[in-house]
DNA sequence: ATGTCTCAGGGACTGAGA
């Protein structure tokens, strides 16, 4: 079973290239974000009509996520409770039933501007909320899967020129270390589970012939909670969509679950 | 190289956000 996280950068110019990803990947469930979207105008149709449930939350012009399923989605939630916010950033939702059922969170995290700036504590203050919520839900669902655009560049590894981009927003100490404490919680990186390609981005700037010369960033993740773990069988990035015409900024994430532990 | 893309407002282009 593949499940998969992508920031698609409008869903309305990006539908094709969903539909076409959806019947090439054949994925169990799917989050997307920046779907840009008000409610009233997501495309469900076409998302049905290909073989998916599916249940969103947007808004004019920002943000916006949904999550597409094979499986019924029930327990629909959107936000972060106890922490108000216009900007939709969040959706969660059980896909499937019985004891095989997956909980899945997609988030679009803040992209924080720069580091300093009022929409930077306002992304740091998301996190923590983030993280309290999310410290809750693995309570409550032990089959949790917690993907989507986190903005967040864990680790030196994950950014072409560490160097250069040293304490800058997406790099900075302090939103690593809010990732950190997400890990803490217990989940895992999938993406970190196996031996990886060397400068394995999700997501490439559109200016400077960034994805050609791999100016990339790994910025959207999929993290298991610990029950997840041992089912985990593969975790990478599909950069075939960034090649094609008018691509999203972003590439999937993708991981195969199995039935049982290896 | 303030370099690209998307969207809204308004009806050509500018500004915001990423």
């Known amino acids: 079973m593949k499940l998969a996280s992508w920031n698609v950068n409008s869903l309305k110019v990006r539908l094709p290239h969903l539909l076409d990803w ?15 979207l008000e409610d009233a105008t997501f495309p469900f149709e076409p998302i049905q ?10 808004q004019k012009t920002y943000n916006g996520v949904a999550i597409l399923s094979r499986s019924p989605l029930k327990d629909v ?9 216009v900007q939709k950033r969040i959706i969660a939702a059980t896909a499937g039933d019985a004891a095989d059922a997956l909980r899945i969170v997609c988030a679009y995290a803040p992209n924080g501007e720069a580091v300093g700036s009022e929409k930077f504590e306002y992304k740091l203050r998301w996190f923590a909320a983030f993280r309290d919520w999310i410290e ?42 809010a990732f950190r404490d997400l890990l803490a919680l217990g989940l895992r990186d999938s993406f970190r589970m196996f031996t990886q390609p060397e400068k394995s981005f999700t997501w490439w700037d559109y200016r400077m012939n960034a994805f050609k010369r791999n100016l990339g960033l790994r910025i959207d993740h999929i993290l298991l909670a610990p029950e997840l773990v041992p089912l985990c069988r593969s975790s990478s990035i599909d950069v075939s969509p960034r090649r094609l015409e008018r691509p999203s900024d972003h590439a999937p994430v993708v991981v195969e679950l199995g039935p049982s532990p290896l």
């Open 22 to 36: 959806l019947a090439k990947q054949s994925p169990h469930a799917v989050g997307i974000q920046e779907t840009k």
């Open 77 to 85: 939630a959107t936000g972060i409770p106890g922490f108000p916010d």
């Open 136 to 177: 809750e839900e693995l309570k409550r669902y032990p089959r949790l899967v917690v993907l989507g655009d986190y903005n967040i560049a864990p680790a030196d590894v994950d950014v072409y020129d560490p160097v250069a981009l040293k304490g800058q927003v997406l790099c900075s100490p302090r939103e690593r270390q």
């Open 49 to 58: 009509t290909a073989g998916f449930r599916c249940v969103w939350s947007g």
